[in-house]
């Protein structure tokens, strides 16, 4: 029976799902585990440079005898042919011993989905030597209170908590004895609308988040500054509204048609981003903070003369 079940899952182990120039592969570094052992999983999806990509959800179980202990973050390189490769590796762990199988994993590559094939893990149980007996548990046994022990173990924060304790009086002592002299506060500089905003956006852009893997970080930021920015510019309450909402409020603001419609394709895309977990492409990545900057450059409002005086 092991043999059958072995032939009928080992091909499709390292068997991939196709459509186009695109594909997506499944493989596991090992197919037997010891129980509580852990199985590295990788996932991987190949695409074109302008497609885009959403991966699967993965829960914290696969089915109620496969769990899933870590999942690492996207790894993403220029695979060949020309094509992107990203990769995800999950950890896997069991703790009922038998034959489990790996549900397949959906992709959306370019609105198409590609699935995984399925794999099997098997969970053996550990070998137990029967001939040495059993040994009856143990009680718990309480050490009695050592006060030299104690202290050898506390010894760093019983000098630590001297150490502030003394720097504490030191402080207060010192200010005590020093007459304040009362300064005068200087004046509070407000940087135009137009300026704050572009600092955050070029701040975000330096952090460079969306390289390191966080696209749903960089959206929400980048989204939260452009809602911020028409919050004040505009008078409408952009940050407490979605997307639909904010975009019903600006139909009778001053803003242009062309400029609504910017905004409305940078907000929908960063919608698709932080909850349908799509992954953009880099060039979606730079064109957001582009589009973000001239929206910004062409919409803020004309200094006053009044205002450099």
Known sequence: ??????????????????????????????????????????????????????????????????????????????????????????ELTSFDTGFWAVPPFRFIVNGEPLDTRALLLEVRTVEVD????????????????????????????????????????????FFRRKPRVAMPAAPAVVL?????????????????LWQQGDHKGYHSRLTDVLRGYIEERYRVPALESTTDELLKELRVSA???????????????????????????????EQMMAGALRFVEDTAPTPSPNDHA
Do not use: C
Request: hydrophobic fraction near 50%; proline fraction near 4%; avoid cysteine.
């Open 130 to 173: 029967t001939a040495q007996g059993l040994r009856a548990i143990k009680d718990i046994h309480v050490l009695p209170f050592s006060l030299g022990y104690w202290l050898r173990e506390h010894v760093l924060w019983i000098v630590g908590g001297v150490a502030v304790l003394v720097a504490l009086v030191a402080l207060v002592l």
């Open 192 to 208: 135009p609308l137009k300026d704050r905003t572009l600092a955050a956006l070029r701040t975000l852009e330096n952090e460079r």
């Open 255 to 285: 803003l242009s048609t062309d400029h609504r419609g910017q905004l409305e394709n940078m907000l929908r895309l960063a919608d698709m981003v932080k909850f349908a977990k799509a992954l953009p492409a880099p060039q979606e990545n």
């Open 1 to 90: 029976m092991r043999v059958l079940v072995y032939i009928a899952f080992l091909a499709p182990l390292f068997a991939t799902a196709q459509s186009g120039n695109s594909f997506v592969d499944v493989r596991l570094d090992t197919n037997v585990v010891r129980i509580g052992e852990r199985a590295r999983l990788l996932l991987e999806v190949a695409y074109p440079m302008n497609a885009s990509v959403i991966w699967p959800t993965i829960p914290d179980t696969l089915n109620k005898h496969l769990e899933v202990s870590a999942v690492s973050a996207t790894d993403t390189a220029d695979g060949q042919r020309g094509l992107m490769r990203q990769v995800r590796t999950l």
